[in-house]
């Protein structure tokens, strides 16, 4: 027979153990992701130069990937829906679980995505990923199957307390749940560091996206729709605290279909959550999605990410 639950937290546990390195102590580590380059020999931290629009083409290519470091300011950093503005070297697993309203033909749905990004250089990053996904049926039967993509980021600008990334992705539809569409996007993400401003460790993150879907869908359906995200982020510890950069955010996510029947309505979401880091490289980060749009689509959303850092 099968399971009323198809994944279980010992699913999500070996998906986990999967992505993580080893812990084990006396393990040499590798050089933490916001530490400074050093020269050959020690000395003095290399002074990171500022990437521009200015400079595109010219700066930051042939520079080894590196992120700056923000000892005393807000750090720059991923969160759980706002666009990442940062490139990035790291492996990261997302899981949630979404508790549907009553009236809706499913009951709970489940899914665990694992990321794996790469950053050559400075300028540019790459990322892959796959990812699983359960429908339990209220009204229908149950159903599961997986999918898989791909993403790439470009940095417009990394100054001391600002960044901006175009970001490109594309997914391809997970068959075994009824999808039949090729679904990509182009975003605009930035951050900013409110520190200068008097708000001490503070951050703003935004983005603007449109989604394309592509593929056969019923006459009149939706093809695009366009996503916003406004966060603030409060980082309480130091980075050299046990629970490194332990902070607390607050997502407001927005998503509005631009064409389809329901061609103007929006669904908005309220995030709060809360990260911190492991020994440098370990992020731990969990949050619950509110809907606070009418009609509701969902109850809510529970969220864990774990992400290792090279």
């Known amino acids: 027979m099968k399971p009323k639950h198809p994944?279980?937290?010992?699913?999500?546990?070996?998906?986990?153990?999967l992505a993580i390195p080893s812990l084990q102590a006396g393990q040499e580590p590798a050089r933490p992701a916001g530490a400074s380059l050093t020269p050959a020999g020690g000395g003095a931290a290399t002074e990171r130069s500022d990437l521009t629009l200015a400079n595109l083409f010219t700066l930051g290519w042939d520079e080894p990937w590196s992120k700056r470091p923000h000892p005393d300011g807000a750090p720059d950093m991923t969160l759980l829906k706002v666009q990442s503005n940062l490139l990035l070297y790291s492996l990261r697993t997302d899981y949630f679980f979404e508790r549907m309203t009553p009236s809706n033909r499913d009951r709970h749905i489940q899914f665990v995505?694992?990321?794996?990004?790469?950053?050559?250089?400075?300028?540019?990053?790459?990322?892959?990923?796959?990812?699983l996904q359960w429908l339990e049926g209220r009204t229908r039967s149950d159903r599961e199957g997986g999918a898989y993509g791909a993403l790439a980021r470009l940095q417009l600008v990394d100054l001391k307390?600002?960044?901006?990334?175009?970001n490109l992705r594309a997914a391809a539809p997970n068959e075994g749940i009824g999808e039949k569409q090729t679904v990509t996007s182009v975003a605009l993400a930035g951050w900013h560091d409110l520190t200068p401003l008097g708000l001490?460790?503070?951050?703003?993150?935004w983005h603007v996206q449109e989604e394309t879907w592509m593929g056969p869908s019923a006459p009149g359906g939706r093809r695009n729709d366009l996503t916003y995200d406004l966060t603030l982020a409060k980082t309480w510890s130091a980075p050299t605290a046990?629970?490194?950069?332990?902070?607390?955010?607050?997502?407001a996510f927005s998503k509005t279909d631009l064409d389809g029947p329901n061609h103007g309505h929006s669904v908005v979401t309220l995030t709060p959550g809360f990260r911190f880091n492991l020994h440098h490289h370990?992020?731990?980060m969990t949050g619950v999605d509110l809907p606070v749009s009418a009609p509701r689509p969902f109850e809510q959303i529970l969220r864990f990410t774990y992400?290792?850092?090279?």
């Open 307 to 310: 992400i290792y850092s090279f």
């Open 7 to 17: 994944i279980t937290p010992r699913i999500l546990a070996s998906a986990c153990l």
């Open 161 to 166: 307390n600002t960044s901006y990334a175009f």
């Open 282 to 284: 370990h992020v731990i």
């Open 113 to 131: 995505n694992q990321l794996f990004e790469f950053s050559p250089n400075r300028r540019v990053m790459f990322g892959a990923f796959g990812n």
């Open 242 to 251: 046990t629970l490194e950069n332990f902070t607390t955010f607050l997502e």
């Open 200 to 205: 001490r460790r503070v951050g703003l993150y």
